[in-house]
T-cell receptor
Framework: GQNIDQPTEMTATEGAIVQINCTYQ??????LFWYQQHAGEAPTFLSY??LDGLEEKGRFSSFLSRSKGYSYLLLKELQMKDSASYLC??????????WGAGTKLIIKP | ETGVTQTPRHLVMGMTNKKSLKCEQH?????MYWYKQSAKKPLELMFV???????ENNSVPSRFSPECPNSSHLFLHLHTLQPEDSALYLC??????????????FGQGTRLTVV
């Protein structure tokens, strides 16, 4: 079967750095997305990785290792508004999105 | 107008009611999706429409009935639902072509409560 694993919940301190991991086992791979979802709101696109390596976008970076079936989302200089759920999703060989359950990130002052 | 719009935002319905959820996208995308999001569970893909043709139906009970009259509009018709159907229902759109699929853009969702 297809599976995406993420930690259920993480806690970090304002101003710090946090890394949210995602491991996947899917039938094929055509890219990986990270989305942010605030409570009661729609998921919004953060990043897309299809090749190995690090993609940096402001305070957020996303890393991919296809050989390890592994990605992480790195958030720097954490702000209170970063409190949200972070969803990892993989595009499989049929170009279907397979979603993780999301990681709830709690930021404390 | 925002990219993907869903109405209503909140819906409470009895198990014998019939209601419809509406989704509209203004992004010119050719694919639209219905997802169900329950607490602490992954997003569950329910239906996919590509160029108005339904391409996926992931074993969704017949009490959920989708309709896609054109590439910009998507409906989810609900009837005789069960309390376990209470969830956030999200609509999304993307652009599909020979190279694959762009990122999905989501609507704000409809919070459905079945009583």
């Amino acid at each position: 079967g297809q599976n995406i694993d993420q930690p259920t919940e993480m806690t970090a301190t304002e101003g710090a750095i946090v890394q949210i991991n995602c491991t996947y086992q899917t039938s094929g791979f055509n890219g990986l997305f990270w989305y942010q979802q605030h409570a009661g709101e729609a998921p919004t696109f953060l990043s897309y990785n299809v090749l190995d390596g690090l993609e940096e976008k402001g305070r957020f970076s996303s890393f991919l290792s296809r050989s390890k079936g592994y990605s992480y989302l790195l958030l720097k200089e954490l702000q209170m508004k970063d409190s949200a759920s972070y969803l990892c999703a993989v595009i499989d060989s049929n170009y279907q999105l397979i979603w993780g359950a999301g990681t709830k990130l709690i930021i404390k002052p | 107008e925002t990219g993907v719009t869903q109405t209503p935002r909140h819906l409470v319905m009895g198990m014998t009611n019939k209601k419809s959820l509406k989704c509209e996208q203004h992004l010119g995308h050719n694919a639209m999706y219905w997802y169900k999001q329950s607490a602490k569970k992954p997003l569950e893909l329910m239906f996919v429409y590509n160029f108005k043709e339904q391409t996926e139906n992931n074993s969704v009970p017949s009490r959920f009935s989708p309709e896609c009259p054109n590439s910009s509009h998507l409906f989810l018709h609900l009837h005789t639902l069960q309390p376990e159907d209470s969830a956030l229902y999200l609509c999304a759109s993307s652009q599909m072509d020979d190279r694959g699929n762009t990122e999905a853009f989501f609507g704000q969702g409809t919070r459905l409560t079945v009583v």
